[in-house]
C-alpha cells in the first residue's frame, strides 16, 4: 500500500521558513531519524532568538514513522502548552 502524507511549511505570520536565516550554535542531541541542534535566528523578525532545530532524514523513516512526524508536527503546531513545546518553523526540502 502507497499512501501520500501531506506536509506543509509552517512559519511565524509574514515569514517563510528558510534554514540560512539560522546559525547553527550546538548539537542538543541525535537519534534514530536525525537530530536537534540549538540555531539562533539572524534574519527576520525573531532575529537573535534561540530556537530548536530537528532535521530528520526522510531516507531512513518507514511509512508510519512518517505518519508519526506528521502527526508530531501537526501538534506542535497547534498546541499552546506550557509543558508542549511550540513549533515555529517548519520547512519540507526534497
Known amino acids: 500500500m502507497t499512501s501520500e502524507i501531506e ?3 509552517i512559519a511565524k ?3 517563510k521558513a528558510d534554514p540560512s536565516q539560522f546559525e547553527l550554535l550546538s548539537m542538543i542531541g541525535q537519534g534514530s531519524f536525525g537530530k536537534v541542534l540549538l540555531v539562533k535566528k539572524i534574519h527576520g523578525r525573531d532575529t537573535g532568538q534561540l530556537f530548536a532545530m ?3 532524514k526522510k ?3 518507514k511509512v508510519r514513522d512518517r505518519y508519526r512526524t506528521k502527526m508530531e508536527r501537526d501538534i506542535l503546531a497547534r498546541f499552546c502548552h506550557p509543558f508542549i513545546v ?3 518553523y517548519g520547512k519540507k526540502n526534497k
Open 86 to 88: 511550540r513549533l515555529h
Open 59 to 61: 531516507a531512513t523513516l
Open 54 to 56: 530537528k532535521i530528520l
Open 7 to 9: 506536509i506543509t511549511e
Open 13 to 15: 505570520e509574514g515569514e
